[in-house]
T-cell receptor, first 112, second 114 residues
């Protein structure tokens, strides 16, 4: 079992729709969770972090965390073509020292 | 957030040679991380570099192949040694932001081995 799992996609949504990206993780002791966006040929860019169960909203983005189910999600409202990118779920593996473990990424395509 | 300068941005190297990648951070950081991203793949952690001690390598990565230096709290290098075409990847350095607000990445080094 991979430490962090995501559907690779592509996930295709029309402009203006809600895009829903999902991630599960295996280490029940993980405390910090991140969503990164990566455009082709660019380095990952942090868009959301979440540490507590529930929802966290930032503009058009909402991160959701359920530690009991070991599940993290990212919702993108009013999706725009500029949101087309690969979205990487990352989990901070703690113990000794922190390190960030990434899922395979979900490719999102927003079409006009 | 931290600003990381990574160089070179890209290089084409002959097999059997070595390339050293540099990362400079604009603030002092305890840990620096080195990742590899193979074509079409996600990021895989190579090693964690702590100033004043040897780097800690992840399973599948060894010091002889990927020696790392961390001479001070703002700088680190990763060397890809005795390169083969399978080493063609993007290599990225990363630091953990103060107050645990995520991790920031350098712009990456796109390495092609021919």
């Amino acid at each position: 079992q991979k430490e962090v799992e995501q559907n690779s996609g592509p996930l295709s949504v029309p402009e203006g729709a809600i895009a829903s990206l999902n991630c599960t993780y295996s280490d029940r002791g993980s405390q910090s969770f991140f969503w990164y966006r990566q455009y082709s040929g660019k380095s990952p860019e942090l868009i959301m972090s979440i540490y507590s169960n529930g929802d966290k909203e930032d503009g058009r983005f909402t991160a959701q965390l359920n530690k009991a189910s070991q599940y993290v999600s990212l919702l993108i409202r009013d999706s725009q073509p500029s949101d087309s990118a690969t979205y990487l779920c990352a989990v901070n593996r703690e113990g000794g020292y922190n390190k960030l473990i990434f899922g395979a990424g979900t490719r999102l395509a927003v079409h006009p | 957030s931290a600003v990381i300068s990574q160089k070179p941005s890209r290089d084409i190297c002959q097999r059997g040679t070595s390339l050293t990648i540099q990362c400079q951070v604009d603030s002092q950081v305890t840990m620096m991380f080195w990742y590899r991203q193979q074509p079409g793949q996600s990021l895989t952690l190579i090693a964690t570099a702590n100033q004043g001690s040897e780097a800690t390598y992840e399973s599948g990565f060894v010091i002889d192949k990927f020696p790392i230096s961390r001479p001070n709290l703002t700088f680190s290098t990763l060397t890809v040694s005795n390169m083969s075409p399978e080493d063609s990847s993007i290599y990225l350095c990363s630091v953990e932001e103060i107050r645990g607000e995520g991790y920031t990445f350098g712009s990456g080094t796109r390495l092609t081995v021919v």
